[in-house]
């Protein structure tokens, strides 16, 4: 893997073979590998809470720029998986796109001791959901959200346990009324003048 470099302000933190872009240090401006049609490609990635600038190459020779609100890409995602050396993992955390090509990557590294508060910190600062990325590729999301809000499971208004404390049980177990007084049938008698 390819050492991380600072480009400008607040750029990412090195750590060994990875990197780490905080959070709290918005706007940020950094270079990454991101993927490309047939290799990973060097980028320029300009972020701040609103939107993202990518300035990448296109067939190694034409410059490109893509500039997007932060609301098209579809969270915050983490993927853990084994590294090809014995009991090492390596651990991801991405602007999860729907594009693979316009994935951005937060922080890479071999341990985990930070990735957890990163993750919600990111969620939390871009309004995105979180997202964990499963081995075989799929997309699961811990929490529910509506829009920029975090759903939480509803709660019942009343505890059924509290109405039976609450009322007399004789009203619980009231009958159907009948009619009161008696029934007048037939022809309706109408005064006019």
């Given at each position: 893997m390819r050492r991380q470099t600072q480009q400008s302000e607040a750029g990412p933190v090195e750590s060994g073979t990875g990197f780490r872009i905080d959070p709290q240090s918005l706007p940020v401006r950094f270079q990454a590998d991101m993927a490309g049609a047939r290799a990973a490609v060097r980028a320029t990635v300009a972020m701040d809470g609103e939107r993202i600038v990518i300035d990448r190459t296109v067939g190694g020779c034409k410059p490109l720029t893509i500039a997007?609100?932060?609301?098209?890409?579809?969270?915050?995602?983490?993927?853990?998986?084994?590294?090809?050396?014995?009991?090492?993992?390596?651990?991801?955390?991405?602007?999860y796109h729907a594009d693979p090509a316009l994935r951005v990557p937060l922080m890479?590294?071999?341990?985990?001791?930070?990735?957890?508060?990163?993750?919600?910190?990111?969620?939390?600062?871009?309004?995105?959901?979180?997202?964990?990325?499963e081995p075989d590729g799929r997309i699961s999301c811990p929490a529910q959200r509506l829009g920029r809000l975090p759903v939480d499971p509803s709660q019942p208004r009343r505890r059924r346990s509290m109405l039976g404390k609450r009322r007399p049980r004789i009203l619980m177990r009231r009958k159907k009324g009948g009619t009161v007084g008696p029934v007048i049938e037939g022809r309706e008698i109408i005064a006019r003048d």
């Open positions: 997007m609100p932060i609301s098209d890409f579809k969270g915050v995602a983490v993927r853990i998986e084994p590294d090809v050396t014995a009991g090492a993992i390596r651990a991801e955390l991405v602007l890479v590294a071999d341990r985990v001791d930070d990735l957890a508060a990163d993750w919600q910190a990111w969620g939390r600062i871009l309004c995105l959901p979180l997202l964990i990325v």
